[in-house]
């Protein structure tokens, strides 16, 4: 059965998941880069965006997991774009340029409708007006036999996780202490929720954490 | 120079550093005793309640580094016990028996005036009505050259860590989610109160972190 996954997801040791004070210069809000570092230096982070070598390892098969093997992905407003409100024009076309490293539909979460936009390499981002469980509908019927993954923030994340729609979730907790920001843990009980540890594994740069429903 | 320490301080995956509902039966709160699964099987906790045995390595080293060396506790009232409001008689004397683990002074913070208690063993009971800086100004002078410890709970070492008190904290942090507790990082901005990482070592049961004031 194809799993709906978070995945790849950073969480400092102080429970944010991204910096305060989003904008176009600081996209994971400042400080935000931080929950990223046991991701950056990958090959699979480096091959996302046409570079070439990088690291391998555990790290890496992380970050390979928590991007390949996905069928459709479900992004809130604010991962999508800093913009706020209704669109003003069709200007904006997410962070990560003509080709983006998706390869999928992408269903963007949002209050205000807007055409779908067909990027280079298969993303193709979609505008959902009706809320996260006609997301999660049209994202399931996208992806097929494949999983589909809450790629973020943490307001979409917390949405589906009280929901009860996630089966899964792949944390990278990061040794760094951001202090403020959006606190991924906020109101979010996971041991009620049904999750327990199934699998740990530390490197330098993050302790993996992986749960599932029990 | 001593200093004023937070050691051996458990918190979990999802920053909770106590369970939900305090009581005689769950002084921890339920769920709290995972926050010390690093602890409980060293040498250092057994021996500290009389037995013989117990872990030896990285965590039993954290562990004797955060009981070793200090020359005065400061406990919140509800570390001290389960008692709220006024002390109905003086029965209540710790958690701890005769013999507490401390051997030192204790300085308990309270609203309610209540007599010393000396136990066996060096320890003794101080009840300061006073507040958190008449606490450590006596937990200092009683201390002499050794270093003071912020013994807990959660509440008393936000107070001490907001006030700028502490110089140094160990953190414990256990690969487990409480989902509901006594949130740690709450409004704790510890990159902001000049805090950095300036050791972390991981083992089975914990990564423990240490951070310095800058």
Redesign the interface.
Known sequence: MPKVRIAGFGVS???FSAGPNQSLENPLGVGGPKMFGWFFPTQTFRAMHGGEGGTTGVDNDFAHRAMDGFGAFILGRNMFGPVRGPWPDEEWKGWWGDNPPYHAPIFVLTHHARDPIVMQGGTTFYFVTGGIHEALRLAKEAAGEKDVKIGGGVSTVQQYLKAGLVDSIH?A?V??????GEA??QD??????G?A?TE?V?TDAA?H?V?EKK
Chains 1, 2 share one sequence.
Not at 188 to 193: G, M
């Open positions: 040791q102080d429970g944390l907790v040794p760094e202490f951001l202090g403020q991924l843990f979010i009980d996971l041991p009620a929720l999750f540890v740990k530390v302790t954490l749960l």
